[in-house]
């Protein structure tokens, strides 16, 4: 995969400067395979870097000012409940755990290795 230097030095991929990455694509295909894009870059990102929790309406990756163009708040919306819904995620104040403050899906614990990669991973050692 080639790269470029860019968001506190992590290597980018070559499709963060696509324009198209940052529109959910209508294509029900296309959708999965940028949507997988977007999980791959989110855990690498954040695994590099280590850094353990992702606040969504802080994370430089939705913004790509070298191209003008960034991830619509509709469209962080989809990658976060993707990327939850892959096993890589976990909500820390979840809708249906915070006690009805309002206060919901702020921040997202980075589950670097699935449970069932850690599970089968701890069963082979």
């Not at 991929?13 to 294509?27: L, M, S």
């Not at 690498?44 to 430089?60: A, R």
């Amino acid at each position: 995969m080639n790269s470029s230097k860019s968001k506190n030095n992590f290597d980018l991929p070559d499709f963060y400067n696509f324009p198209p990455f940052f529109t959910i694509q209508p294509v029900l295909s296309t959708r999965e395979k940028q949507l997988g894009q977007w999980r791959e870059l989110l855990l690498k990102y954040h695994t590099d870097l280590k850094i353990k929790t992702l606040i969504p309406h802080e994370c430089p990756l939705w913004n790509n000012t070298s191209i003008g163009r960034q991830l619509s708040t509709e469209g962080i919306t989809i990658v976060m409940d993707d990327f939850v819904r892959s096993g890589h995620g976990e909500w820390e104040d979840d809708e249906n755990n915070d006690g009805g403050d309002g206060a919901t899906r702020t921040r997202c614990r980075i589950l670097w290795r699935r449970p069932g990669q850690l599970a089968s991973d701890v069963y082979d050692w």
